[in-house]
T-cell receptor
Framework: QKEVEQDPGPLSVPEGAIVSLNCTYS??????FMWYRQYSRKGPELLMY????GNKEDGRFTAQVDKSSKYISLFIRDSQPSDSATYLC????????????FGRGTSLIVHP | GAGVSQSPSNKVTEKGKDVELRCDPI?????LYWYRQSLGQGLEFLIY????????KSGLPSDRFSAERTGGSVSTLTIQRTQQEDSAVYLCASSLGGSGYGYTFGSGTRLTVV
């Protein structure tokens, strides 16, 4: 079992839909949680990061962490075709190793 | 520079040849990371530099892989005697300090071994 599990999709939704992207993990020591967006033939770019549990909102994006369930989510409201990309979750332990563990990424397609 | 620059953007090489991949991080970023991304495999960590030192090179898959960083800036990843399984996109990222989050990635080098 991988430390971080993420459904690769693809997830196809109509424009304007609310999108939910998720990752589960097995290492309870993870404290920092990140979401990256990767367009085709580009490197990943950091969208959001959160520390420990709770929600964080930035515009149309909301990141949610449930440490008791070892489950994190990224919600995209009013999805746009420009949101079509691969979304990777990443997480790391506090202190110790500084190397995050990435999920495989979920491919999202928002069609007009 | 404004972003992380990687070169070449594409590289096709014959099996058994050596290749060098270059990463030019954001000016002032002390931490530099190399990752490999294969289809369906996600991001695989290779090596981490803090300044010119590599405190974590645990992800290098074999002794055919090596990397160096000079002047706390440019880094080179070298793959010797390339094999077909080395075909992947090699991504470089940099960050201020070694916090492990807030990476800025380059666009990668797409390596194809034929």
């Amino acid at each position: 079992q991988k430390e971080v599990e993420q459904d690769p999709g693809p997830l196809s939704v109509p424009e304007g839909a609310i999108v939910s992207l998720n990752c589960t993990y097995s290492n309870s020591a993870f404290q920092y949680f990140m979401w990256y967006r990767q367009y085709s033939r580009k490197g990943p770019e950091l969208l959001m990061y959160t520390y420990s549990s709770g929600n964080k909102e930035d515009g149309r994006f909301t990141a949610q962490v449930d440490k008791s369930s070892k489950y994190i989510s990224l919600f995209i409201r009013d999805s746009q075709p420009s949101d079509s990309a691969t979304y990777l979750c990443a997480m790391k332990k506090a202190g110790g190793s500084y190397i995050p563990t990435f999920g495989r990424g979920t491919s999202l397609i928002v069609h007009p | 520079g404004a972003g992380v620059s990687q070169s070449p953007s594409n590289k096709v090489t014959e099996k058994g040849k050596d290749v060098e991949l270059r990463c030019d991080p954001i000016s002032g970023h002390t931490a530099l990371y190399w990752y490999r991304q294969s289809l369906g495999q996600g991001l695989e960590f290779l090596i981490y530099f803090q300044g010119n030192s590599a405190p974590d090179k645990s992800g290098l898959p074999s002794d055919r892989f090596s990397a160096e960083r000079t002047g706390g800036s440019v880094s080179t990843l070298t793959i010797q005697r390339t094999q077909q399984e080395d075909s992947a996109v090699y991504l470089c990222a940099s960050s201020l300090g070694g916090s492990g989050y807030g990476y800025t990635f380059g666009s990668g080098t797409r390596l194809t071994v034929v």
